[in-house]
């Protein structure tokens, strides 16, 4: 290699979840890695989100005794995934890859110190499916000071939940009227907050303390962060990837990458050229990724003959967008409202056509096949006042006072009848009285006979835990009513580069490109166009991130 400006044995483009892991392995094996953040802060979408890394047969469910197998999981995988010659990123190598080595990543972290833990109760999105797990197989980071990242942590991002409280405690939170347990939570929080000021510690959680802590431990081991730093090209050399081209104020700046380079840049939920080209009628203002979520990386890859594919699936997100919600960072999602007890979702003709339970990913794949042949796009939640009362809705806390301009401008809609909302929303007052009837009788014999809404342990999951006997199912019948429209929103694509068992970047033939390694987003999903399980895109992010650097230190 030659005419570089500076040369590592390993190059990570992209500071998202992995990133820092891969950086990781990298310096245990005595290796020079370096990554480079285009933003101005690290840890990409995964430090935003709730961090949560869906890992089977995890060493936390073990100590925990709650049972799991590789076995068990590949039988779910296999059914819920399946076999699709259009989704060659979920091939069973790529699958049983990641089964395998997400404990011994875990091993690898713990190893090095990273603090874990599990959430004891989170289903998998398919709990009732061959293999399916009803506790879960989450993993979370332990909250963590910031502060012990010294002048460098004002580069990690922040989190959307700004609390000292750990995730399995804020799950706890909405029910504090209801439950002891939240109510300890919300102790536990308080006294958090306080023992914080005292002694100067600053905690964040979810995903900022996941990324938090790859980031120190990165850092520990004498590898380099630089932000603000876009990778502008792949450089190949004697069809080898050999390194990259960045800037270096403001002038291209050439980086040797001895061993390989790894991209992990996030997909291109914020690309709207690219939304138009593989996602037709979706928009930029219903994700909630970063702003470095542009997909410039997939299409660098792309010139140097890397194969794409999904490219037209995303990691769902149903919203209810109040006004000017389109500029928040965060979208305000809705599926808590519609899986409640007391509430159903309604195309714009007010049928009722999906379990308003399940995958968030499923449930905005519905909507978009539904509204090629209905008008769906805005659905409705319908609910009673009871879920007014008791749970949130778009991002205002459960029984407070709703914006008046949420009235104003069509948001909301409130009427003392059911055949009074058909009304305002426009819909055969009939029609909606009729599919209200219908999911009320469903409810009181405790069988949705349409969707089988409460039938699996998600469903219940995400509806009232103190609501008997259904968790997930109740009567539509105490006025006043509301409705809120709803739309496909997403947290990130599922389309991106096919890479192998090795996470090494393929071409449409197969082979794969020397030196080019992907992850994350940037690559095309492990899980094909389906969510199994909360953290299905960190978890694979950390795996394949973890194998291409043990990939790149052996040689490729």
Known sequence: MSGFDETFDFVVAGSGGGSMCAALVARVAGKTALVLEKTGLIGGTT????????????????????PDSLEAATHYLNHVVGDHNDAPGASRARRQAFLQEGPRMLDFLMGKGLKFSRISSWPDYYDEAPGG???????????????????????????????????EDALQLPHVKKSWAAKKALVRMGLRMITSKLTGKRYVTAGAALQGRMMQ???????????????????????????VVTEKDGQPWRIGARLGVLVNAGGFAMNQQMRDTYMPGSKIEHTSVTEGDTGEMIQE??????????????????LALPPGAELWPMKPGVQGVTAAPHAIMVDQTGARYMNEGGSYTEYCMRMNEHNRTAPAIPSYAIFDNRVMKNVMIAGTMPGSKKPAEWTEKGFLHTADTIEGLAASLGIDPSALRGTVDRFNGFVRANDDADFHRGARAYDRWLGDPFHKPNQSLGEISEGPFHA????????GTLGGVVCDDRARVLREDGSPIAGLYATGVSAASVMGRTSPGSGVNIGPSFVFGYLAAKDAVAGG
């Open 47 to 66: 430090c935003k989100s709730g961090g949560v890394m869906w890992i089977p047969n995890n060493p936390f469910m073990a100590k925990a005794g709650v």
């Open 301 to 318: 890859m792309m010139r140097h003959g890397a194969a794409i594919a999904q490219m037209d699936s995303f990691v769902g997100s149903p």
């Open 133 to 167: 797990s009803v506790p879960g197989r989450t993993v979370v980071a332990d909250l963590f000071n910031v502060n012990e990242l010294g002048d460098k942590a004002a580069l990690l991002r922040p989190n959307f939940l700004n609390m000292p409280v750990s995730l």
């Open 484 to 491: 809120v429209p709803v739309i496909p929103g997403d947290v």
């Open 217 to 243: 431990a990165a850092l520990q081991a004498g590898a380099e962060l630089r932000v603000n730093c876009p990778v502008k090209e792949l450089i190949v050399e004697n069809d080898r990837v050999t390194g």
